[in-house]
Protein backbone atom coordinates (compact mmCIF):
# COMPACT_ATOMS: atom_id res chain seq x y z
CA UNK A 1 0.00 0.00 0.00
CA UNK A 2 1.28 3.30 -0.59
CA UNK A 3 0.23 6.26 0.85
CA UNK A 4 -0.24 9.71 -0.79
CA UNK A 5 1.27 12.26 1.68
CA UNK A 6 -0.18 15.35 -0.04
CA UNK A 7 -3.74 13.89 1.63
CA UNK A 8 -0.98 14.14 4.78
CA UNK A 9 -0.77 18.19 4.15
CA UNK A 10 2.67 17.89 2.55
CA UNK A 11 3.56 20.54 0.50
CA UNK A 12 6.24 21.42 -1.86
CA UNK A 13 8.32 23.25 0.59
CA UNK A 14 7.84 20.86 3.14
CA UNK A 15 9.22 18.14 0.21
CA UNK A 16 12.12 20.49 -0.74
CA UNK A 17 13.39 20.81 2.86
CA UNK A 18 13.10 16.86 2.94
CA UNK A 19 15.12 16.69 -0.12
CA UNK A 20 18.37 17.29 1.98
CA UNK A 21 18.20 14.34 3.96
CA UNK A 22 19.32 11.53 1.86
CA UNK A 23 18.69 8.16 3.06
CA UNK A 24 16.49 9.31 5.35
CA UNK A 25 12.05 8.93 4.80
CA UNK A 26 10.00 11.71 5.16
CA UNK A 27 6.62 11.13 7.41
CA UNK A 28 4.21 13.05 9.69
CA UNK A 29 3.89 12.13 13.33
CA UNK A 30 -0.12 11.11 14.04
CA UNK A 31 0.07 9.73 17.47
CA UNK A 32 2.44 10.14 20.67
CA UNK A 33 2.05 7.47 24.07
CA UNK A 34 4.95 9.20 25.87
CA UNK A 35 8.29 8.26 23.79
CA UNK A 36 6.77 6.55 21.31
CA UNK A 37 5.42 7.75 18.15
CA UNK A 38 3.29 6.62 15.30
CA UNK A 39 4.23 8.13 12.10
CA UNK A 40 2.57 7.88 8.49
CA UNK A 41 5.03 7.59 5.72
CA UNK A 42 4.44 6.90 1.92
CA UNK A 43 5.04 2.83 3.00
CA UNK A 44 1.87 3.19 5.98
CA UNK A 45 2.20 3.81 9.47
CA UNK A 46 4.80 2.67 11.58
CA UNK A 47 5.83 3.24 14.92
CA UNK A 48 9.22 5.23 15.57
CA UNK A 49 11.27 6.44 19.24
CA UNK A 50 13.61 9.73 18.56
CA UNK A 51 17.56 9.63 17.71
CA UNK A 52 19.57 9.56 21.01
CA UNK A 53 21.03 12.76 20.06
CA UNK A 54 17.46 14.37 20.95
CA UNK A 55 18.65 13.29 24.40
CA UNK A 56 22.41 13.82 24.22
CA UNK A 57 21.90 17.66 23.20
CA UNK A 58 19.59 18.47 25.72
CA UNK A 59 17.14 19.60 23.36
CA UNK A 60 13.91 21.71 24.80
CA UNK A 61 10.88 19.89 25.42
CA UNK A 62 9.90 21.97 22.21
CA UNK A 63 12.41 20.36 19.91
CA UNK A 64 11.27 17.42 20.63
CA UNK A 65 8.25 16.01 17.65
CA UNK A 66 4.78 16.08 18.52
CA UNK A 67 1.41 15.46 16.89
CA UNK A 68 1.60 16.91 13.54
CA UNK A 69 5.39 17.20 13.17
CA UNK A 70 6.80 16.45 9.69
CA UNK A 71 9.99 14.12 10.52
CA UNK A 72 12.71 12.52 8.64
CA UNK A 73 13.69 8.51 9.97
CA UNK A 74 15.41 6.06 9.11
CA UNK A 75 12.97 3.45 8.07
CA UNK A 76 13.13 0.00 9.89
CA UNK A 77 10.89 -3.15 10.20
CA UNK A 78 10.74 -2.77 13.83
CA UNK A 79 10.65 0.40 15.55
CA UNK A 80 11.96 3.45 13.51
CA UNK A 81 13.92 6.72 14.37
CA UNK A 82 13.29 10.24 13.81
CA UNK A 83 16.97 12.22 12.88
CA UNK A 84 15.40 15.27 12.14
CA UNK A 85 12.35 17.43 12.60
CA UNK A 86 11.00 19.83 9.74
CA UNK A 87 10.88 23.40 10.50
CA UNK A 88 7.07 23.85 11.47
CA UNK A 89 4.33 26.43 10.12
CA UNK A 90 2.58 26.67 13.28
CA UNK A 91 2.41 25.49 17.14
CA UNK A 92 0.26 25.15 19.87
CA UNK A 93 2.56 25.48 22.75
CA UNK A 94 1.18 25.64 26.71
CA UNK A 95 2.82 26.14 29.95
CA UNK A 96 5.09 23.24 30.69
CA UNK A 97 3.94 21.66 34.16
CA UNK A 98 6.21 22.46 36.64
CA UNK A 99 7.78 25.67 37.73
CA UNK A 100 10.35 26.23 34.53
CA UNK A 101 9.07 28.76 31.94
CA UNK A 102 9.84 26.55 28.96
CA UNK A 103 6.40 25.43 26.81
CA UNK A 104 5.57 22.20 25.76
CA UNK A 105 4.04 21.86 21.96
CA UNK A 106 0.78 19.83 22.29
CA UNK A 107 0.63 19.93 18.04
CA UNK A 108 2.51 21.28 15.40
CA UNK A 109 1.36 22.24 11.53
CA UNK A 110 -2.62 23.08 12.24
CA UNK A 111 -3.91 25.58 9.51
CA UNK A 112 -7.24 26.36 11.71
CA UNK A 113 -8.08 25.86 15.37
CA UNK A 114 -11.75 26.51 16.04
CA UNK A 115 -11.87 27.95 19.37
CA UNK A 116 -15.06 26.33 20.49
CA UNK A 117 -18.07 27.87 23.06
CA UNK A 118 -21.08 26.57 23.73
CA UNK A 119 -24.21 28.95 23.91
CA UNK A 120 -25.34 28.14 26.98
CA UNK A 121 -23.69 28.83 30.47
CA UNK A 122 -19.98 28.85 28.93
CA UNK A 123 -20.55 31.61 26.96
CA UNK A 124 -17.61 34.35 28.06
CA UNK A 125 -15.84 36.23 25.75
CA UNK A 126 -13.39 37.29 28.64
CA UNK A 127 -12.59 33.44 27.39
CA UNK A 128 -12.93 33.77 23.85
CA UNK A 129 -9.96 36.83 24.24
CA UNK A 130 -7.66 34.06 25.75
CA UNK A 131 -8.06 31.74 23.06
CA UNK A 132 -7.50 34.70 20.07
CA UNK A 133 -4.18 35.37 21.81
CA UNK A 134 -3.06 31.97 22.09
CA UNK A 135 -4.65 31.27 18.48
CA UNK A 136 -3.17 34.17 16.79
CA UNK A 137 0.26 33.50 18.27
CA UNK A 138 0.32 29.47 16.82
CA UNK A 139 0.33 31.39 13.59
CA UNK A 140 -2.55 28.73 12.55
CA UNK A 141 -5.92 30.75 11.72
CA UNK A 142 -8.90 31.30 14.23
CA UNK A 143 -12.13 30.61 13.59
CA UNK A 144 -14.71 31.05 16.66
CA UNK A 145 -17.55 27.87 16.63
CA UNK A 146 -20.27 28.84 18.99
CA UNK A 147 -21.42 25.25 19.99
CA UNK A 148 -24.91 24.41 21.45
CA UNK A 149 -27.40 26.96 19.50
CA UNK A 150 -30.61 25.18 20.70
CA UNK A 151 -30.23 25.45 24.24
CA UNK A 152 -29.65 29.73 23.91
CA UNK A 153 -32.49 31.64 23.15
CA UNK A 154 -30.57 35.24 23.18
CA UNK A 155 -28.42 34.52 20.39
CA UNK A 156 -28.18 38.20 18.91
CA UNK A 157 -27.71 39.66 22.03
CA UNK A 158 -24.46 37.26 22.36
CA UNK A 159 -23.28 37.81 18.71
CA UNK A 160 -22.89 41.14 19.15
CA UNK A 161 -21.20 40.62 22.83
CA UNK A 162 -18.49 38.81 20.31
CA UNK A 163 -18.24 40.63 17.48
CA UNK A 164 -16.89 43.73 19.64
CA UNK A 165 -13.96 41.13 20.23
CA UNK A 166 -14.24 39.36 17.24
CA UNK A 167 -12.65 41.81 14.71
CA UNK A 168 -13.40 39.76 11.78
CA UNK A 169 -12.51 36.28 12.70
CA UNK A 170 -14.90 34.07 11.14
CA UNK A 171 -17.78 32.98 13.72
CA UNK A 172 -19.98 29.71 12.87
CA UNK A 173 -23.07 28.72 15.43
CA UNK A 174 -24.18 25.39 15.16
CA UNK A 175 -26.10 22.84 16.95
CA UNK A 176 -25.98 18.92 17.46
CA UNK A 177 -29.51 18.73 17.91
CA UNK A 178 -30.53 20.39 15.38
CA UNK A 179 -27.44 19.91 12.25
CA UNK A 180 -27.71 23.96 11.65
CA UNK A 181 -23.63 25.18 11.27
CA UNK A 182 -21.97 21.58 10.99
CA UNK A 183 -21.72 21.93 7.10
CA UNK A 184 -20.48 24.99 7.59
CA UNK A 185 -17.84 23.69 10.04
CA UNK A 186 -17.01 20.66 7.59
CA UNK A 187 -16.04 23.54 4.82
CA UNK A 188 -12.58 24.28 6.84
CA UNK A 189 -11.87 20.98 6.91
CA UNK A 190 -10.58 20.03 3.16
CA UNK A 191 -7.92 18.08 1.46
CA UNK A 192 -4.85 18.49 3.02
CA UNK A 193 -5.22 21.13 5.42
CA UNK A 194 -5.20 19.89 9.41
CA UNK A 195 -7.46 21.59 11.83
CA UNK A 196 -7.84 21.54 15.77
CA UNK A 197 -10.44 22.19 18.46
CA UNK A 198 -9.64 23.72 21.23
CA UNK A 199 -12.33 24.58 23.91
CA UNK A 200 -14.17 24.08 27.84
CA UNK A 201 -14.56 20.12 28.52
CA UNK A 202 -18.64 19.87 27.47
CA UNK A 203 -18.81 21.99 24.91
CA UNK A 204 -19.03 19.27 21.79
CA UNK A 205 -15.62 19.47 20.31
CA UNK A 206 -15.92 15.59 20.09
CA UNK A 207 -19.61 15.44 19.18
CA UNK A 208 -18.16 17.90 15.93
CA UNK A 209 -15.18 15.77 15.25
CA UNK A 210 -16.96 12.38 15.09
CA UNK A 211 -19.22 14.39 12.89
CA UNK A 212 -16.56 14.99 10.47
CA UNK A 213 -15.26 11.76 10.64
CA UNK A 214 -18.68 10.56 10.21
CA UNK A 215 -18.23 7.64 12.75
CA UNK A 216 -18.50 7.75 17.15
CA UNK A 217 -14.16 7.09 16.90
CA UNK A 218 -14.16 9.46 20.05
CA UNK A 219 -16.54 8.76 23.13
CA UNK A 220 -19.07 11.31 24.22
CA UNK A 221 -20.01 12.23 27.59
CA UNK A 222 -23.03 12.54 29.11
CA UNK A 223 -22.98 16.43 30.96
CA UNK A 224 -24.16 16.61 34.57
CA UNK A 225 -26.97 18.29 34.26
CA UNK A 226 -26.82 20.48 37.18
CA UNK A 227 -23.52 22.57 36.45
CA UNK A 228 -22.52 21.65 32.68
CA UNK A 229 -19.49 20.69 33.41
CA UNK A 230 -18.26 18.01 31.05
CA UNK A 231 -16.13 14.90 31.87
CA UNK A 232 -12.93 13.92 30.00
CA UNK A 233 -13.29 11.79 27.10
CA UNK A 234 -10.83 12.13 25.16
CA UNK A 235 -7.69 10.06 26.28
CA UNK A 236 -4.59 9.75 23.31
CA UNK A 237 -3.29 12.37 21.06
CA UNK A 238 -4.40 11.70 17.68
CA UNK A 239 -4.39 12.93 13.85
CA UNK A 240 -7.46 11.59 12.67
CA UNK A 241 -8.07 11.66 8.61
CA UNK A 242 -11.39 13.17 7.48
CA UNK A 243 -13.06 10.72 5.06
CA UNK A 244 -13.95 13.82 2.66
CA UNK A 245 -10.03 15.36 2.83
CA UNK A 246 -8.50 16.88 5.77
CA UNK A 247 -7.20 16.07 8.99
CA UNK A 248 -8.18 16.70 12.72
CA UNK A 249 -5.71 16.64 15.14
CA UNK A 250 -7.65 16.14 18.92
CA UNK A 251 -4.90 16.15 21.81
CA UNK A 252 -6.22 15.74 25.47
CA UNK A 253 -3.46 18.67 26.59
CA UNK A 254 -5.53 21.13 23.77
CA UNK A 255 -8.46 20.90 26.17
CA UNK A 256 -7.30 23.18 29.03
CA UNK A 257 -5.01 25.15 27.48
CA UNK A 258 -3.36 27.43 30.07
CA UNK A 259 -1.86 30.90 28.51
CA UNK A 260 1.37 30.71 27.44
CA UNK A 261 2.60 32.93 24.84
CA UNK A 262 0.14 34.91 23.20
CA UNK A 263 -0.40 37.87 20.18
CA UNK A 264 -1.91 40.06 22.74
CA UNK A 265 -1.55 43.01 19.92
CA UNK A 266 -3.76 41.39 17.48
CA UNK A 267 -6.20 39.63 19.83
CA UNK A 268 -7.08 43.50 21.25
CA UNK A 269 -6.10 45.92 18.30
CA UNK A 270 -8.54 48.25 19.37
CA UNK A 271 -6.31 49.08 22.37
CA UNK A 272 -3.06 48.61 20.21
CA UNK A 273 -4.12 51.18 18.50
CA UNK A 274 -4.72 53.67 21.86
CA UNK A 275 -1.68 52.99 23.40
CA UNK A 276 -0.05 54.19 19.98
CA UNK A 277 -1.80 58.15 20.44
CA UNK A 278 -0.73 58.02 24.23
CA UNK A 279 1.27 61.03 25.36
CA UNK A 280 4.02 58.48 26.59
CA UNK A 281 5.53 55.21 24.85
CA UNK A 282 5.84 53.29 27.68
CA UNK A 283 2.64 54.26 28.90
CA UNK A 284 0.92 52.19 31.53
CA UNK A 285 -2.84 53.31 30.63
CA UNK A 286 -2.97 53.85 34.28
CA UNK A 287 -2.55 57.35 35.66
CA UNK A 288 -0.16 58.87 32.93
CA UNK A 289 -1.18 62.19 31.47
CA UNK A 290 -2.46 62.17 27.60
CA UNK A 291 -3.34 58.58 28.06
CA UNK A 292 -5.67 57.23 24.99
CA UNK A 293 -6.52 54.04 26.25
CA UNK A 294 -8.00 56.21 29.86
CA UNK A 295 -9.47 58.85 27.38
CA UNK A 296 -11.49 55.94 25.47
CA UNK A 297 -12.59 54.26 28.88
CA UNK A 298 -14.24 57.95 29.67
CA UNK A 299 -15.85 58.42 26.82
CA UNK A 300 -17.06 54.73 27.20
CA UNK A 301 -15.78 53.79 23.65
CA UNK A 302 -13.76 51.17 25.65
CA UNK A 303 -15.01 49.20 28.35
CA UNK A 304 -13.27 48.54 31.63
CA UNK A 305 -13.93 44.63 31.31
CA UNK A 306 -12.28 44.16 27.95
CA UNK A 307 -9.27 46.69 29.70
CA UNK A 308 -9.03 44.15 32.47
CA UNK A 309 -8.96 40.98 30.41
CA UNK A 310 -6.57 43.12 27.96
CA UNK A 311 -4.44 43.67 31.54
CA UNK A 312 -4.68 40.12 33.07
CA UNK A 313 -3.28 38.06 30.18
CA UNK A 314 -0.93 40.99 30.05
CA UNK A 315 -0.05 40.15 33.55
CA UNK A 316 -0.31 36.33 33.01
CA UNK A 317 2.31 36.26 29.80
CA UNK A 318 4.61 38.35 31.99
CA UNK A 319 4.53 35.77 34.23
CA UNK A 320 5.27 32.91 32.11
CA UNK A 321 8.17 34.64 30.73
CA UNK A 322 10.22 34.87 34.38
CA UNK A 323 12.57 32.43 35.82
CA UNK A 324 11.26 30.39 38.72
CA UNK A 325 13.41 32.87 41.01
CA UNK A 326 11.45 35.81 40.01
CA UNK A 327 7.91 33.70 39.99
CA UNK A 328 8.06 33.09 43.26
CA UNK A 329 8.92 36.60 44.47
CA UNK A 330 5.81 37.60 41.95
CA UNK A 331 3.72 35.24 43.31
CA UNK A 332 4.65 36.70 47.15
CA UNK A 333 3.86 40.41 45.38
CA UNK A 334 0.64 39.38 44.45
CA UNK A 335 -0.34 37.51 47.83
CA UNK A 336 1.12 40.34 50.24
CA UNK A 337 0.30 43.21 47.68
CA UNK A 338 3.84 44.39 46.88
CA UNK A 339 7.76 44.58 47.81
CA UNK A 340 7.00 46.28 51.14
CA UNK A 341 4.62 44.26 52.54
CA UNK A 342 6.50 41.82 51.80
CA UNK A 343 9.84 42.87 53.36
CA UNK A 344 7.40 43.55 56.53
CA UNK A 345 6.26 39.61 56.16
CA UNK A 346 9.49 38.17 55.60
CA UNK A 347 10.78 40.60 58.82
CA UNK A 348 8.10 38.68 61.05
CA UNK A 349 8.49 35.61 59.88
CA UNK A 350 12.74 36.20 60.13
CA UNK A 351 12.03 37.47 64.46
CA UNK A 352 9.58 34.50 64.84
CA UNK A 353 12.29 32.32 63.85
CA UNK A 354 14.86 33.82 66.02
CA UNK A 355 12.31 33.43 69.08
CA UNK A 356 12.10 30.31 68.74
N1 LIG B 1 -28.05 20.35 23.32
C1 LIG B 1 -26.89 20.12 22.71
N2 LIG B 1 -26.02 19.23 23.25
C2 LIG B 1 -24.85 19.03 22.63
C3 LIG B 1 -24.48 19.72 21.43
N3 LIG B 1 -23.24 19.31 21.08
C4 LIG B 1 -22.85 18.41 22.00
N4 LIG B 1 -23.81 18.22 22.92
C5 LIG B 1 -23.76 17.33 24.09
O1 LIG B 1 -22.83 17.83 25.03
C6 LIG B 1 -22.15 16.75 25.70
C7 LIG B 1 -20.62 16.93 25.62
O2 LIG B 1 -20.21 16.87 24.28
P1 LIG B 1 -18.75 16.40 23.87
O3 LIG B 1 -18.70 16.42 22.39
O4 LIG B 1 -18.37 15.14 24.54
O5 LIG B 1 -17.86 17.58 24.49
P2 LIG B 1 -16.27 17.81 24.39
O6 LIG B 1 -16.08 19.25 24.13
O7 LIG B 1 -15.68 16.90 23.40
O8 LIG B 1 -15.76 17.45 25.84
P3 LIG B 1 -14.26 16.96 26.30
O9 LIG B 1 -13.99 15.66 25.60
O10 LIG B 1 -14.33 16.82 27.78
O11 LIG B 1 -13.32 18.03 25.91
C8 LIG B 1 -22.66 15.47 25.06
O12 LIG B 1 -23.67 14.95 25.88
C9 LIG B 1 -23.24 15.96 23.74
O13 LIG B 1 -24.27 15.13 23.28
C10 LIG B 1 -25.44 20.64 20.89
O14 LIG B 1 -25.23 21.31 19.85
N5 LIG B 1 -26.61 20.80 21.58
ZN1 LIG C 1 -1.95 55.09 27.95
Known amino acids: MTINLIDYGLTTALNTQAAVFEGLVLGRVTAQHRNLYQVVTTAGDCQATVAG ?59 TIFICMSLNANFNVRRIERYLTMAWDSQAMPVIVLTKADLCDDLPEKLSALSAVSFGVDVVTCSAKTGVGYEDVAKYVTAGKTVAFI ?48 MVIDTPGMRELQLYTGDLDRTFADIAALAMQCKFRDCTHTSEPGCAVQAALKSGTLSQDRLASYQKLQREMAYDGLTSRQRETEKVNRLFGGKNEMKQVIRQAKAKQRRR
Open 199 to 246: GSSGVGKSTLINHLLGRELLATKTIRADDDKGRHATTSRQLLRVPQGG
Open 53 to 111: KFSYEKMAATDFPAVGDWVMLTPSTDTAVIQHLLPRQSVLAREAVGNSSAGQVIAANID
